[in-house]
């Protein structure tokens, strides 16, 4: 049995696309490929503090509230950041499942977000004294 360059080069081809489905979880597991994304996200998005992740986890809002109100939260932090220190945060970006893949945003201090929940007008009732 003799083999040609065309069947060589189809095994290389095949196991190619398979060694990249290990890599990345097979394309035909649509529940495999977000698990994978979702580990990505997270891993690139360790230890950086937004005003919409301070909103969730801290803060315990719905998606709702913060889709509506992150941005007005994030220029009274901006400005409590300024009034500390006399400087603009940094500028960051942060990894996100979806069409876009990095989205700019600030990362803040834990003392910024906790004066702006407290004098924002929205986010003051979820704040206790």
């Given at each position: 049995m003799t083999t040609t360059?065309?069947?060589l080069a189809t095994v290389v081809r095949i196991l190619r696309s398979r060694a990249n489905?290990?890599?990345?979880?097979s394309h035909m597991s649509t529940a495999r490929r977000l698990a994978v994304l979702d580990a990505y996200v997270a891993r690139v998005n360790a230890g950086r503090l937004t005003?919409?992740?301070y909103l969730t986890k801290v803060l315990g809002v719905n998606a709702d509230f913060v889709r509506r109100f992150a941005s007005g939260?994030?220029?009274?932090?901006?400005?409590?950041h300024r009034a500390r220190t006399?400087?603009?945060?940094?500028?960051?970006s942060i990894a996100r499942v979806g069409r876009r893949r990095f989205v700019?945003?600030?990362?803040?201090?834990?003392?910024d977000l906790a004066k702006a929940a407290r004098t924002f007008v929205h986010t003051a009732a979820f704040v206790s004294v």
């Open positions: 360059n065309a069947s489905r290990v890599r990345t979880g005003a919409a992740s939260f994030g220029k009274a932090a901006t400005a409590a006399g400087i603009s945060p940094r500028r960051d700019e945003c600030f990362s803040y201090d834990l003392c």
